[in-house]
């Protein structure tokens, strides 16, 4: 499939050299976090929810699951996962340097024979055969052109009666109740002490703690702030979950992170107290627990960090 935008050919050229500067640099950003991402002890309590549900859904259609094409797979992690259970797992990303890791990584785990690695464009390359499963976390979102990418990869890398498992964000920012909760945190006479305050702004490209969303534009190589392809739809995203439950069989889907991913960033990962971090990492378990019990009521639901969907083609069997 081509896009008949001129420009599409660059700005994923661009996007590649982003996530390719990335994994240079990703010791930095670990030894550095900017968010809770890059904090594998924190990330692991706020995405458990999400990994338990993933591969409960993976597991219970193990028998109609043999093969799968991970989109967007950076280091591999979920083909690594996937090949753990007996899975032949296919993982394409346009970052030539994310592709060696995840090659490297297959390999020191045990699990290279049942993982294949493409750096390049999903949308001009096919795999041999279907797979069963079409997976992405965190990737789709970008794909320019968005409706009709995920029906030519529906219809040219999926089998008949395939299944979809997309994670996606759902909602961009905060909830205007943690956002009036972490701005009164941060403005406050005492705490405001505890906020690395210089990181905040340096990361987010404000001007002042509750300034307004700075401008995006460019391709600039900040490997802290959006990629490029991030940075062109910034604020332009398709409606996920309308986009999903209108044009497909949604056999099930969950929201995850309402106020424990804005928390943490604010609480630890901007925190210049090593109390007051220790403090949040005991706490933070109850926080992931009340999300997902909030994150059942739609009230809730439409301001969810991440959504979950698993899907199968109308019409399929």
Same mark, same amino acid.
Request: hydrophobic share 40%.
């Given at each position: ?12 050229? &661009? ?7 990335? @994994? @240079? ?5 670990? *030894? ?10 924190? &990330?692991?309590? +706020? ?5 338990? =549900? ?27 996962? %996937? ?15 994310? +592709? ?26 096919? !795999?041999?055969? !279907? ?11 970008? /794909?320019? $052109?968005?409706?009709? &990418? ?14 979809? #498992?997309?994670?996606? !964000?759902?909602?961009?920012? %905060? &909830?205007?109740?943690?956002? =009036?909760?972490?701005?009164?945190? *941060? ?9 690395? +305050?210089?990181?905040?702004? @340096?990361?987010?490209?404000?001007? =002042? ?23 062109? /739809? ?28 804005? $928390?943490?960033?604010? /609480?630890?990962?901007? %925190? ?19 999300? =997902?019990?909030? #994150? ?7 301001? *969810? ?13």
């Amino acid at each position: 499939m081509s896009d008949p935008d001129p420009k599409h050919d660059q700005l994923l050229e &661009a996007e590649a050299r982003f996530w390719d500067l990335q @994994e @240079e640099r990703i010791g930095s950003l670990y *030894a550095r976090p900017h968010d809770w991402r890059f904090v594998p002890v924190i &990330a692991e309590r +706020i995405i458990r929810p999400r990994v338990r =549900t993933s591969l409960r859904l993976i597991d219970g259609n193990r028998d109609r699951i043999h093969s799968l094409l991970d989109i967007g797979c950076g280091n591999g992690w979920w083909c690594h996962a %996937m090949a753990k259970r007996g899975i032949r797992s296919i993982g394409i990303d346009l970052s030539q340097k994310k +592709i060696e890791t995840a090659k490297r990584m297959a390999a020191e785990q045990g699990v290279a024979h049942l993982c294949e690695f493409v750096a390049g464009d999903v949308m001009k390359w096919r !795999p041999e055969q !279907p797979v069963d499963l079409l997976t992405s976390y965190g990737s789709l979102h970008h /794909f320019p $052109a968005f409706e009709r &990418a995920i029906d030519h990869l529906v219809q040219h890398h999926l089998k008949p009666g395939g299944l979809m #498992l997309f994670v996606e !964000p759902h909602f961009e920012g %905060m &909830a205007p109740e943690v956002r =009036t909760f972490l701005l009164r945190c *941060a403005s406050n006479r005492f705490l405001k002490r505890l906020f690395d +305050i210089d990181f905040y702004l @340096e990361v987010t490209g404000r001007k =002042t703690i509750d300034g307004p969303e700075p401008q995006i534009e460019g391709v600039d190589m900040n490997v802290r702030h959006e990629s490029p392809a991030g940075k062109q /739809f910034f604020g332009d995203h398709v409606d996920l979950d309308h986009f999903f439950c209108s044009r497909f069989e949604v056999i099930e889907r969950e929201f995850f992170h309402y106020f424990a991913g804005h $928390a943490t960033n604010a /609480f630890y990962v901007f %925190m210049k107290s090593r109390l007051a971090r220790g403090l949040w990492r005991l706490v933070l378990p109850f926080v992931v627990w009340r999300d =997902t019990r909030l #994150l059942r009521r739609p009230e809730y639901q439409k301001y *969810a960090e991440e959504g979950l969907w698993f899907l199968r083609a109308k019409g399929g069997t």
